[in-house]
Nanobody, 123 residues
Framework: QVQLVESGGGLGQAGGSLRLSCAAS????????MGWFRQAPGKGREFVAS????????RYADSVKGRFTISRDNAKNTVYLQLNSLKPEDTAVYYC????????????????WGQGTQVTVSS
């Protein structure tokens, strides 16, 4: 099991940028695919982006493609999500997830989750 702690959330303006970080501890970080999910008020949790263990493969939800970038630094046991061109509909709690494996992750029952960080985008 890996422990995940998100940071970097806060208030952003439409068209602006934020950078989220997720620090991992407790297990070998580069055994894990990592992902970001979000949950807006009154909605279910949705996939945002994922990255494989090496960082060479990524996947994005259509709603964030071209605006958000996921990356990782295995030396620092940290995964990042750069949020650019923010929109009010990006307002949500953002969660980091990790799952052992060499692919881009399924993030099902075997995944570990952080506590989340709030992102609020004003228009």
């Amino acid at each position: 099991q890996v422990q995940l702690v998100e940071s970097g959330g806060g208030l952003g303006q439409a068209g602006g940028s934020l950078r989220l970080s997720c620090a991992a501890s407790g297990h070998t970080f580069d055994n894990y695919a990592m992902g970001w999910f979000r949950q807006a008020p009154g909605k279910g949790r949705e996939f945002v982006a994922s990255i494989n263990w090496s960082g060479r493969r990524t996947r994005y939800a259509d709603s964030v493609k071209g605006r958000f970038t996921i990356s990782r630094d295995n030396a620092k046991n940290t995964v990042y999500l750069q949020l650019n061109s923010l929109k009010p509909e990006d307002t949500a709690v953002y969660y980091c997830a990790g799952e052992v494996g060499i692919g881009l992750g399924e993030f099902g029952d075997r995944a570990d989750w952080g506590q989340g960080t709030q992102v609020t985008v004003s228009s």
